[in-house]
Nanobody, 123 residues
Framework: QVQLAESGGGLVQAGGSLRLSCAVS????????LAWIRQAPGKEREFVAA?????YYGDSVKGRSSISRDNAKNMVYLQANSLEPEDTAVYYC???????????????????WGQGTQVTVSS
């Protein structure tokens, strides 16, 4: 059974940083596509970042965020820097088949999802 569990969200002031973590079980990370996807109230899901053979970033976070994974610990991380109020959302960790190119940007390609962690950025 595949399970994903996010942690590390919270309240942070604009300009601050957070490191989100995702504990994954039931999957081999190095053969999976792994992503962070967020959803703000009243808005659609938005791709944030993904990692498979390489890394992919959404335009809204490019240059401010870094996704990484630890295959030995079965962990996925998102380091989010220079946070803005517009980054306020529930952040979900997601996993699916190994992806490449444009396929990594599509939230619908990910099969397994965590419960999400709330990130709130105050101005």
């Amino acid at each position: 059974q595949v399970q994903l569990a996010e942690s590390g969200g919270g309240l942070v002031q604009a300009g601050g940083s957070l490191r989100l973590s995702c504990a994954v079980s039931g999957l081999t990370l190095k053969s999976s596509g792994l992503a962070w996807i967020r959803q703000a109230p009243g808005k659609e899901r938005e791709f944030v970042a993904a990692i498979s053979f390489t890394t992919y970033y959404g335009d809204s976070v490019k240059g401010r965020s870094s996704i990484s994974r630890d295959n030995a610990k079965n962990m996925v991380y998102l380091q989010a820097n220079s946070l803005e109020p517009e980054d306020t959302a529930v952040y979900y960790c997601a996993a699916g088949p190994y992806c490449s190119g444009f396929g990594c940007y599509d939230p619908s390609k990910y099969t397994y999802w965590g419960q999400g962690t709330q990130v709130t950025v105050s101005s």
